[in-house]
């Protein structure tokens, strides 16, 4: 196994709307699509579609999206003997809006997500153990989370944390525990409480995290692409310029495939290159995890590129 992500899945309803109603006024909108969605699930897909081997650890209720979610994690070979039904649950859903300008707006109703307990991370040890890195958002309750980051520590596998997210509850002694952490922009705000409209203010706010002793920092900027902090040395990897059409899940879809590369080989800057091409190629299309490329579709595009 090389990955093992321990987080959520939802369900993404998602309408794309020419402007959001004002309150008690009804407005037409032009479609709506359903699919497969929540953090977690987008990042385990995303490694898995770059050919990782993937498993995960999650919660699903026991409404009529349960199943219909796990056969799509099975669907693209990700291991789900660790994906359980909570009994008297709903499985989470995601309401999502995506508007003409291709900016999204997302509700979360964990459901069975919050259900994820540290003891699933024990009873998950013996294949966890096998894993080469772990990858962790915030979509499911922090005990859970904090365990999970022990658990690396303990086995010497590396931990990747998207605060996604950003919860002022967390716990930075465990996240000085991470390998990676990997915030937007805006959860960066959130957990620093600082500016990050510039680049200099970007790299001053992680800089505070790694003054807090967090080992890297990788802030994901959008169409601003990506900057690499730690305590001595700051890189930037530009995005491409794209026509963006439905930017959902394309954070979740850097993280899946920066795992993958990362794994592959230990070469973080490659790994954030490739995983920059990735996400642009996901913003191309409508959807999350149905927006994701395959390897032959994002060499194809990096060719294309040079
Ligand atoms: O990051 C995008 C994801 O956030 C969506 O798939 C939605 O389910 C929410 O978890």
């Not at 990042?43 to 081997?53: E, F, I, L, P, T």
């Not at 660790?82 to 709903?90: H, I, L, P």
């Not at 805006?186 to 409209?197: A, C, K």
Request: aromatic residues 6%; glycine residues 8%; charged residues 25%.
């Amino acid at each position: 196994m090389d990955i093992a992500v321990i987080g959520s899945n939802m369900v993404d309803l998602i309408s794309y709307i020419d402007k959001m109603p004002k309150e008690g006024e009804t407005l037409e909108a032009p479609s709506f699509e359903i699919g497969c969605g929540g953090k977690g699930a987008n990042q385990a897909v995303a490694a898995a579609k770059m050919g990782s081997k993937v498993m995960m650890v999650t919660k699903v209720g026991d409404d009529l999206f349960a199943d219909n979610t796990i056969q799509n994690l099975e669907l693209y070979g990700i291991d789900t003997e660790f994906t359980e039904k909570v009994a008297g649950t709903s499985s989470g859903v995601a309401p999502i809006f995506v508007d003409a300008e291709s900016k999204n707006r997302i509700l979360i109703i964990k459901g069975a997500n919050e259900q994820l307990l540290p003891g699933d991370i024990d009873r998950a040890a013996d294949k966890l153990k096998q894993c080469s890195l772990i990858i962790l958002q915030l979509e499911v309750p922090l005990p859970a989370i904090y365990r999970a980051i022990d658990f690396g520590k303990e086995h010497g596998i590396p931990v990747v944390l998207n605060p996604a997210p950003a919860s002022r509850e967390l716990d930075f002694e465990y996240v000085c525990k991470c390998d990676f952490f990997i915030p937007n922009e805006s959860e960066l705000e959130i957990l620093t409480d600082m500016p990050v409209e510039t680049e200099e203010q970007v790299h001053t706010a992680a800089l505070k995290l790694i003054e807090k002793g967090v080992k890297n920092v990788i802030v994901t900027l959008g169409s601003r692409g990506v900057m690499w902090v730690t305590a001595n040395s700051m890189q930037r990897v530009e995005a491409y310029h794209v026509n963006a059409i439905d930017t959902t899940g394309a954070g979740d879809s850097f993280i899946g495939c920066f795992a993958h590369y990362y794994v592959k080989d230990g070469d973080i800057l490659n790994a954030l290159k490739m995983a920059t091409a990735f996400s642009a190629l996901s913003v191309m299309k409508r959807g999350t995890q149905s927006s994701y490329p395959d390897a032959t579709e994002l060499e194809k595009f990096i060719e294309q590129q040079k």
